[in-house]
């Protein structure tokens, strides 16, 4: 099956960042928020990030205009009405996700594609809300979407490997590297990252050893780019939380139960470096 035109619901961190790099590989993107105002405070972070990309000389001002041209920006739903592949990156509340695949349902042509970018959420609770299950799979990519090479794909048990077999060229045709996983929770990097975030909360909350030295060995020792607090700080402790969440509540497995400090942090609005304050302070 060919895909040209790609839908993406939601623009906010990841919904920009996917239409983003979708535009720059040449296919037609339409891109919908649920207001103007957010759709503007979207497409104004897609046109920063392209013009950073410039900047740094990674992207001729000629290839950012073609990438923009292809882009459409909406508010209505119907505008999926010819999209090939529609990925969803709405907020991770499974209530809204099943309502949008069962929209998306209702709008897209019969043969296309849904995908969810979904980091915990059932894919399988999603395909079930449409009437075309074989062609919904989870498309999980990685923040900053630009940047991160890695494209996770999450394949349920109703997925038809024609559905697999396009999403996985499309993958490649984004120049990402693509790795596969069963509908589980916590699909793989998160399966691995969580319990260790988790762990390191936990330890600090001992008193094992500062938050600094935590950082300094896992980066020295390691060699990792950055420790699980910098980490934390940079994918956001409400994110963490909600994913630890979700997974606990359906496996029960403890590592993934969040210790009191991270629920502590959340309630308290230090989310990370998005709010100015999570484990360290960034100021405004
Ligand atoms: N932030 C990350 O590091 C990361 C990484 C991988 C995957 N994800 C997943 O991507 C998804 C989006 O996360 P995010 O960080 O971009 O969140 P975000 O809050 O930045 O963006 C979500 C956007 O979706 C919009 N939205 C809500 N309902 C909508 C609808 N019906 N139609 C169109 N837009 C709608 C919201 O207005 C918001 O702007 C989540 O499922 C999240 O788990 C996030």
Redesign the pocket.
Known sequence: MAVERIGV???????SGIAEVCAKAGYRVVV???TGE?LDA?MKRLTGSLDRAVAKGKLSAEDRDAAQARIVGTTD?GAFAECDLVIE????KLE?KRK?FAELDQVTPPQAILA??????AITDMAAATKRPDRVLGL????PVPVMPLLEMVRTVLTSEETFQTARAFGESLGKTIVVSKDNPGFIVNLLLIPYLLQAIAELEKGVATKEDFDTAIRLGLNHPMGPFTLLDF??LD?TL?IADAVFDETKDPRFAAPPLLRRMVSAGWLGRKSGRGFYDYGK
């Open positions: 619901v939601g623009c906010g961190l990841m919904g919908r928020e649920v957010l979207g739903i990156a709405a907020v991770e809204l949008i969810s970018n979904t980091s915990s959420l999980h990519f990685m923040q994918v956001g994110t909600f």
